[in-house]
């Protein structure tokens, strides 16, 4: 009985312990995680719209038939003259969510998308969505000409949540945003 007492506290003292260092190092890790997010989030916008200045709006709560999401979305200005929209979405792959920035311009046309995230997808296969090959396909497409595009063989599904992604963002764009910028 003393035993199985002693074992016990051993290890609600360890655990303790390592609850506390791992505590310790999610505070310590958490601003430099953020801010490395941010940057990356940064870069990818430079990539959807070139040489523009970015700041981010109020995005009104958005979710669609395909569990797509919006979840921000950043004016474009190119020399301080508003030139449209970059959204960070996401959407269904076949390993998880996909995240991406997309650029739309003021007429609703895609200036290209940036994957920020498809590590849950297959190396090799799902994760191609990626590559420039394929996310070149969705630039200067809209709302109508989307569904135009080809699935990668044998990656259907990420490269339908990558299509469901930017067709989130072209719907919020036309549903909240077109004829603003006029």
Do not use: H, W
Request: aromatic content about 8%; glycine content about 8%.
């Amino acid at each position: 009985m003393k035993t199985i007492i002693k074992n016990a506290i051993i290890l609600t003292l360890i655990t303790l312990v390592a609850g506390t260092a791992l505590a310790v190092v999610y505070s310590i890790t958490k601003a430099p995680i953020e801010e490395a997010d941010k940057k990356a989030t940064q870069e990818a916008y430079s990539v959807v719209f070139a040489n523009a200045q970015f700041e981010e709006l109020e995005v009104k709560d958005y979710s669609d038939k395909n569990n797509s999401t919006v979840s921000a979305v950043s004016s474009a200005k190119v020399n301080g003259k508003l030139a449209g929209y970059v959204f960070t979405c996401a959407s269904k792959g076949y390993g998880g969510d996909i995240k991406l920035a997309v650029g739309i311009d003021l007429k609703g046309s895609v200036t290209g998308i940036s994957v920020l995230d498809a590590s849950n997808e297959t190396p090799g296969l799902g994760a191609r969505v990626a590559e420039d090959k394929f996310t070149s396909k969705l630039k200067n497409v809209n709302k109508d000409t989307l569904q135009d595009v080809d699935a990668i063989s044998g990656a259907t599904y990420s490269s339908n949540g990558v299509k469901n992604a930017v067709f989130a963002s072209l719907k919020y764009f036309n549903d909240n945003l077109k004829g603003e910028g006029k």
